[in-house]
Protein backbone atom coordinates (compact mmCIF):
# COMPACT_ATOMS: atom_id res chain seq x y z
CA UNK A 1 0.00 0.00 0.00
CA UNK A 2 0.96 3.98 -0.19
CA UNK A 3 1.68 5.64 2.84
CA UNK A 4 2.67 9.33 3.44
CA UNK A 5 5.65 9.01 6.08
CA UNK A 6 7.88 11.71 7.92
CA UNK A 7 11.09 10.70 7.62
CA UNK A 8 12.70 14.16 9.37
CA UNK A 9 12.69 18.02 9.06
CA UNK A 10 11.48 18.67 5.61
CA UNK A 11 11.19 15.42 4.39
CA UNK A 12 7.77 13.77 3.99
CA UNK A 13 7.97 10.70 1.15
CA UNK A 14 5.02 8.44 -0.44
CA UNK A 15 6.44 5.41 0.17
CA UNK A 16 5.11 1.45 -0.76
CA UNK A 17 5.04 -0.31 2.40
CA UNK A 18 2.78 -3.77 3.71
CA UNK A 19 -0.43 -3.62 4.11
CA UNK A 20 -0.83 -3.83 8.11
CA UNK A 21 -1.26 -7.20 9.55
CA UNK A 22 -4.31 -6.93 12.49
CA UNK A 23 -3.73 -9.24 16.05
CA UNK A 24 -7.41 -10.78 17.04
CA UNK A 25 -7.81 -7.29 19.52
CA UNK A 26 -7.49 -4.94 16.25
CA UNK A 27 -8.98 -4.14 13.26
CA UNK A 28 -8.13 -2.81 9.40
CA UNK A 29 -9.34 0.62 7.99
CA UNK A 30 -9.27 1.27 4.84
CA UNK A 31 -9.08 5.04 4.92
CA UNK A 32 -11.25 7.07 2.60
CA UNK A 33 -10.65 10.52 3.64
CA UNK A 34 -7.84 11.92 6.18
CA UNK A 35 -7.81 15.63 6.83
CA UNK A 36 -3.97 17.92 7.26
CA UNK A 37 -3.93 19.31 10.52
CA UNK A 38 -1.81 22.62 11.43
CA UNK A 39 0.13 19.98 13.24
CA UNK A 40 1.26 18.16 10.42
CA UNK A 41 2.30 21.02 8.83
CA UNK A 42 4.64 21.77 12.19
CA UNK A 43 5.59 18.03 12.00
CA UNK A 44 6.71 18.16 8.69
CA UNK A 45 8.62 21.61 8.67
CA UNK A 46 9.85 20.91 12.00
CA UNK A 47 11.05 16.92 12.45
CA UNK A 48 9.05 14.98 14.82
CA UNK A 49 10.81 13.65 18.34
CA UNK A 50 11.76 10.06 17.60
CA UNK A 51 11.12 10.25 13.71
CA UNK A 52 14.24 9.62 11.01
CA UNK A 53 15.62 7.80 8.38
CA UNK A 54 15.22 4.82 10.41
CA UNK A 55 12.15 5.44 12.57
CA UNK A 56 9.55 7.33 9.62
CA UNK A 57 6.11 7.96 10.72
CA UNK A 58 2.98 8.01 8.54
CA UNK A 59 1.23 11.13 9.20
CA UNK A 60 -2.68 11.75 9.52
CA UNK A 61 -4.59 12.16 13.02
CA UNK A 62 -7.93 13.05 11.15
CA UNK A 63 -9.53 10.24 10.01
CA UNK A 64 -12.74 8.05 8.71
CA UNK A 65 -12.58 4.69 6.40
CA UNK A 66 -14.27 1.44 5.45
CA UNK A 67 -13.81 -1.14 8.10
CA UNK A 68 -12.18 -4.08 6.38
CA UNK A 69 -10.81 -6.96 8.61
CA UNK A 70 -11.96 -7.14 12.28
CA UNK A 71 -9.44 -9.44 15.03
CA UNK A 72 -11.49 -12.71 16.27
CA UNK A 73 -11.81 -10.95 19.75
CA UNK A 74 -13.34 -7.55 18.43
CA UNK A 75 -17.36 -6.86 19.30
CA UNK A 76 -20.06 -4.76 17.57
CA UNK A 77 -17.91 -4.18 14.51
CA UNK A 78 -17.76 -5.65 11.35
CA UNK A 79 -16.67 -4.83 8.03
CA UNK A 80 -18.25 -2.58 5.18
CA UNK A 81 -18.94 -0.59 8.50
CA UNK A 82 -18.19 3.10 7.57
CA UNK A 83 -16.45 4.84 10.49
CA UNK A 84 -14.45 8.12 12.23
CA UNK A 85 -12.56 7.29 14.26
CA UNK A 86 -10.60 9.57 17.14
CA UNK A 87 -6.78 9.42 17.40
CA UNK A 88 -6.34 9.47 20.90
CA UNK A 89 -5.92 6.63 23.33
CA UNK A 90 -4.96 6.16 27.11
CA UNK A 91 -3.33 3.62 29.05
CA UNK A 92 -6.70 2.56 30.45
CA UNK A 93 -5.96 2.67 34.12
CA UNK A 94 -4.94 6.39 34.70
CA UNK A 95 -7.04 8.61 36.71
CA UNK A 96 -7.78 10.75 33.52
CA UNK A 97 -8.22 7.72 31.49
CA UNK A 98 -10.97 6.91 34.01
CA UNK A 99 -11.94 9.70 33.86
CA UNK A 100 -12.82 9.84 30.16
CA UNK A 101 -9.95 11.76 29.55
CA UNK A 102 -7.95 9.32 27.48
CA UNK A 103 -6.54 12.66 25.49
CA UNK A 104 -4.76 13.50 29.16
CA UNK A 105 -2.85 10.68 29.92
CA UNK A 106 0.37 10.83 29.43
CA UNK A 107 1.07 7.86 28.48
CA UNK A 108 -1.68 8.49 25.68
CA UNK A 109 -0.88 7.02 22.19
CA UNK A 110 -2.42 9.15 18.93
CA UNK A 111 -2.50 8.04 15.34
CA UNK A 112 -0.21 10.02 13.15
CA UNK A 113 1.90 11.56 16.38
CA UNK A 114 3.61 8.61 18.04
CA UNK A 115 2.14 5.61 15.92
CA UNK A 116 1.35 5.94 12.72
CA UNK A 117 -1.64 7.21 11.17
CA UNK A 118 -4.55 8.02 8.51
CA UNK A 119 -2.48 9.17 5.21
CA UNK A 120 -1.79 5.39 3.99
CA UNK A 121 -4.54 3.20 2.61
CA UNK A 122 -4.77 1.48 5.54
CA UNK A 123 -4.95 1.92 8.92
CA UNK A 124 -4.34 -0.67 11.59
CA UNK A 125 -6.56 0.51 15.11
CA UNK A 126 -5.68 -1.18 18.21
CA UNK A 127 -7.40 -2.87 20.94
CA UNK A 128 -7.18 -0.05 23.31
CA UNK A 129 -8.83 2.63 20.82
CA UNK A 130 -11.55 -0.19 20.11
CA UNK A 131 -12.07 -0.77 23.68
CA UNK A 132 -11.95 3.08 24.71
CA UNK A 133 -14.69 3.93 21.66
CA UNK A 134 -12.52 5.40 19.37
CA UNK A 135 -14.17 4.09 16.84
CA UNK A 136 -17.78 5.71 15.82
CA UNK A 137 -19.94 4.12 13.36
CA UNK A 138 -21.38 6.59 10.69
CA UNK A 139 -25.00 7.35 8.97
CA UNK A 140 -25.21 6.78 5.26
CA UNK A 141 -25.24 10.54 5.13
CA UNK A 142 -22.12 11.87 6.41
CA UNK A 143 -19.75 11.90 3.73
CA UNK A 144 -16.24 10.49 4.53
CA UNK A 145 -14.55 13.99 4.38
CA UNK A 146 -16.60 15.83 6.23
CA UNK A 147 -16.44 12.71 9.41
CA UNK A 148 -12.48 13.14 9.34
CA UNK A 149 -12.94 16.86 10.52
CA UNK A 150 -14.57 15.51 13.35
CA UNK A 151 -11.21 15.40 15.46
CA UNK A 152 -10.62 18.87 15.18
CA UNK A 153 -14.13 19.71 15.71
CA UNK A 154 -13.99 17.68 18.99
CA UNK A 155 -11.15 19.58 19.94
CA UNK A 156 -12.73 23.11 19.35
CA UNK A 157 -15.85 21.53 21.45
CA UNK A 158 -13.59 20.42 24.23
CA UNK A 159 -12.03 24.35 24.67
CA UNK A 160 -15.17 25.64 24.56
CA UNK A 161 -16.87 23.20 26.92
CA UNK A 162 -13.88 24.34 29.25
CA UNK A 163 -14.73 28.07 28.52
CA UNK A 164 -18.10 27.93 28.65
CA UNK A 165 -19.77 29.63 26.21
CA UNK A 166 -23.83 30.21 27.52
CA UNK A 167 -26.52 30.83 25.85
CA UNK A 168 -27.01 34.34 24.57
CA UNK A 169 -22.83 35.45 24.72
CA UNK A 170 -21.07 37.48 22.89
CA UNK A 171 -17.89 35.16 21.62
CA UNK A 172 -14.89 36.86 19.77
CA UNK A 173 -12.45 34.42 17.64
CA UNK A 174 -9.07 35.88 16.55
CA UNK A 175 -8.23 34.10 13.51
CA UNK A 176 -10.25 33.15 10.96
CA UNK A 177 -8.25 29.73 10.17
CA UNK A 178 -9.91 26.43 10.05
CA UNK A 179 -9.86 26.39 13.79
CA UNK A 180 -11.38 29.69 14.17
CA UNK A 181 -14.09 28.97 11.83
CA UNK A 182 -14.65 25.98 13.62
CA UNK A 183 -15.23 27.92 16.69
CA UNK A 184 -17.35 30.37 14.90
CA UNK A 185 -19.48 27.47 13.93
CA UNK A 186 -20.04 25.78 17.25
CA UNK A 187 -20.93 28.93 19.35
CA UNK A 188 -23.63 29.98 16.88
CA UNK A 189 -24.88 26.22 17.12
CA UNK A 190 -23.98 26.66 21.54
CA UNK A 191 -26.33 30.05 21.28
CA UNK A 192 -23.90 32.63 21.26
CA UNK A 193 -26.19 36.08 20.46
CA UNK A 194 -23.29 37.44 18.53
CA UNK A 195 -20.48 35.94 17.32
CA UNK A 196 -17.82 38.15 16.15
CA UNK A 197 -14.50 37.46 14.19
CA UNK A 198 -11.34 39.22 13.53
CA UNK A 199 -8.29 38.03 10.99
CA UNK A 200 -6.08 40.54 9.28
CA UNK A 201 -6.95 39.15 5.71
CA UNK A 202 -9.68 40.20 4.24
CA UNK A 203 -9.74 36.99 1.97
CA UNK A 204 -9.92 35.13 5.40
CA UNK A 205 -12.53 37.36 6.77
CA UNK A 206 -14.77 37.24 3.31
CA UNK A 207 -14.54 33.23 3.31
CA UNK A 208 -15.47 33.17 7.26
CA UNK A 209 -18.61 34.87 6.21
CA UNK A 210 -19.89 32.68 3.76
CA UNK A 211 -19.42 29.86 5.86
CA UNK A 212 -21.06 31.78 9.29
CA UNK A 213 -23.51 33.60 7.98
CA UNK A 214 -24.42 36.16 11.06
CA UNK A 215 -20.73 36.45 12.34
CA UNK A 216 -19.18 39.70 12.16
CA UNK A 217 -15.92 40.13 10.85
CA UNK A 218 -13.57 42.37 12.11
CA UNK A 219 -10.16 43.39 10.55
CA UNK A 220 -8.22 43.39 13.58
CA UNK A 221 -5.88 46.50 13.07
CA UNK A 222 -6.72 47.95 15.75
CA UNK A 223 -8.66 45.25 17.48
CA UNK A 224 -9.57 46.93 21.51
CA UNK A 225 -11.35 49.87 19.09
CA UNK A 226 -13.26 47.68 17.55
CA UNK A 227 -14.54 45.22 19.72
CA UNK A 228 -15.70 48.16 21.97
CA UNK A 229 -17.62 49.69 18.78
CA UNK A 230 -19.22 46.44 18.01
CA UNK A 231 -20.23 46.08 21.81
CA UNK A 232 -20.88 49.44 22.98
CA UNK A 233 -18.10 49.40 25.36
CA UNK A 234 -19.04 46.39 26.81
CA UNK A 235 -16.16 43.88 25.74
CA UNK A 236 -16.91 40.34 24.85
CA UNK A 237 -18.01 37.61 27.26
CA UNK A 238 -16.06 34.71 25.49
CA UNK A 239 -12.26 35.68 24.17
CA UNK A 240 -10.90 32.71 21.92
CA UNK A 241 -7.56 33.13 20.50
CA UNK A 242 -7.60 30.86 17.49
CA UNK A 243 -4.20 31.47 16.41
CA UNK A 244 -0.16 31.63 17.44
CA UNK A 245 0.15 34.98 18.08
CA UNK A 246 1.56 36.43 21.48
CA UNK A 247 0.35 39.23 20.65
CA UNK A 248 -3.08 38.23 20.81
CA UNK A 249 -2.69 36.51 23.82
CA UNK A 250 -1.82 39.85 25.38
CA UNK A 251 -4.40 41.45 24.52
CA UNK A 252 -7.13 39.38 25.02
CA UNK A 253 -8.11 40.21 28.95
CA UNK A 254 -8.73 44.20 27.46
CA UNK A 255 -11.39 42.92 25.26
CA UNK A 256 -13.67 41.47 27.82
CA UNK A 257 -16.97 41.96 29.45
CA UNK A 258 -17.31 41.89 33.42
CA UNK A 259 -17.08 37.45 34.54
CA UNK A 260 -15.42 36.79 31.14
CA UNK A 261 -13.82 33.84 29.81
CA UNK A 262 -10.30 33.40 28.02
CA UNK A 263 -9.63 30.57 25.81
CA UNK A 264 -5.77 30.19 24.77
CA UNK A 265 -6.17 27.22 21.85
CA UNK A 266 -3.98 28.31 20.03
CA UNK A 267 -0.36 26.98 21.37
CA UNK A 268 2.70 29.77 20.53
CA UNK A 269 5.70 28.32 19.19
CA UNK A 270 8.09 26.83 21.49
CA UNK A 271 10.45 28.85 23.13
CA UNK A 272 8.16 32.01 22.29
CA UNK A 273 5.34 31.27 24.58
CA UNK A 274 6.06 34.07 27.26
CA UNK A 275 3.52 36.54 27.38
CA UNK A 276 3.00 39.90 29.74
CA UNK A 277 -0.35 39.78 31.12
CA UNK A 278 -2.26 43.05 32.32
CA UNK A 279 -3.90 41.24 35.16
CA UNK A 280 -6.20 44.47 36.58
CA UNK A 281 -8.57 43.57 33.78
CA UNK A 282 -8.47 39.57 35.00
CA UNK A 283 -8.77 40.99 38.72
CA UNK A 284 -11.21 43.89 38.39
CA UNK A 285 -13.63 42.35 35.76
CA UNK A 286 -12.86 39.03 37.62
CA UNK A 287 -11.70 36.72 34.29
CA UNK A 288 -11.63 33.29 33.83
CA UNK A 289 -8.69 31.96 31.53
CA UNK A 290 -8.34 28.60 30.57
CA UNK A 291 -6.42 26.59 28.07
CA UNK A 292 -7.63 22.89 26.38
CA UNK A 293 -5.61 20.68 24.26
CA UNK A 294 -6.75 17.45 22.22
CA UNK A 295 -10.34 15.89 23.15
CA UNK A 296 -12.10 13.23 24.63
CA UNK A 297 -14.00 10.71 23.00
CA UNK A 298 -16.73 11.41 24.14
CA UNK A 299 -16.67 15.28 22.63
CA UNK A 300 -15.50 13.08 19.38
CA UNK A 301 -19.30 11.56 19.45
CA UNK A 302 -20.85 14.74 20.61
CA UNK A 303 -19.30 16.37 17.14
CA UNK A 304 -20.77 13.30 15.12
CA UNK A 305 -23.92 13.32 16.32
CA UNK A 306 -24.35 17.16 16.01
CA UNK A 307 -23.17 16.80 12.35
CA UNK A 308 -25.56 14.15 11.86
CA UNK A 309 -28.45 16.37 13.15
CA UNK A 310 -27.57 19.02 11.33
CA UNK A 311 -26.95 21.25 13.30
CA UNK A 312 -22.94 22.02 12.10
CA UNK A 313 -22.20 22.35 8.43
CA UNK A 314 -18.46 20.67 8.87
CA UNK A 315 -18.48 19.56 5.19
CA UNK A 316 -18.57 23.50 3.81
CA UNK A 317 -14.67 23.85 5.23
CA UNK A 318 -13.30 21.18 2.89
CA UNK A 319 -12.18 23.42 0.31
CA UNK A 320 -9.89 20.90 -1.48
CA UNK A 321 -9.27 17.04 -2.01
CA UNK A 322 -5.83 15.49 -3.30
CA UNK A 323 -4.82 11.44 -4.23
CA UNK A 324 -2.76 10.39 -1.70
CA UNK A 325 0.48 9.72 -4.21
CA UNK A 326 -0.15 13.76 -4.94
CA UNK A 327 0.71 14.51 -0.89
CA UNK A 328 3.61 17.16 -1.42
CA UNK A 329 1.25 19.05 -3.80
CA UNK A 330 -1.17 18.68 -0.90
CA UNK A 331 1.27 20.06 1.67
CA UNK A 332 2.20 22.94 -0.13
CA UNK A 333 -1.70 23.72 -0.90
CA UNK A 334 -2.99 23.53 3.06
CA UNK A 335 0.53 25.66 3.86
CA UNK A 336 -0.24 28.38 1.83
CA UNK A 337 -3.19 29.40 3.77
CA UNK A 338 -5.65 29.11 0.42
CA UNK A 339 -8.35 27.50 1.49
CA UNK A 340 -9.66 26.27 5.00
CA UNK A 341 -9.54 21.71 5.25
CA UNK A 342 -7.26 20.02 2.65
CA UNK A 343 -8.31 16.02 2.49
CA UNK A 344 -6.25 13.29 1.21
CA UNK A 345 -8.42 10.70 -0.41
CA UNK A 346 -6.67 7.05 -1.00
CA UNK A 347 -7.17 5.00 -3.90
CA UNK A 348 -9.71 2.64 -3.58
CA UNK A 349 -7.35 -0.68 -4.49
ZN1 LIG B 1 -5.50 18.06 13.92
ZN1 LIG C 1 -4.06 6.71 31.14
Not at 310 to 330: H, I, Q, W
Request: glycine share 10%; net charge neutral; with cysteine.
Amino acid sequence: MLAAKLFGPGDVRVVECDVPAITSDEMLLRVEAAAICGTDLRMVANGWKGVDERHPLTLGHEVSGTIVQVGQNVQGYAPGMRVAVAPNMGCGICDACVRGDTHLCTQYQAFGINRDGGFAEYLCVPGAAIAQGNVMVLGTETPFATAALFEPMSCVLNGQQRAGVRLNDTVLVIGAGPIGVMHALLAQASGAARVLISDLSAARRQQCLALVPGAAALPGNNLLEEVMQETKGRGVDVCITACPSAAAQAQAPSLMAMNGRILYFGGLPTGRDEVCLATNFIHYRQLSICGSTRANVAQFRAVAKMEAAGNLKLGALVSKCFALADFSTALAYASSAAGLKTVIVPPIS
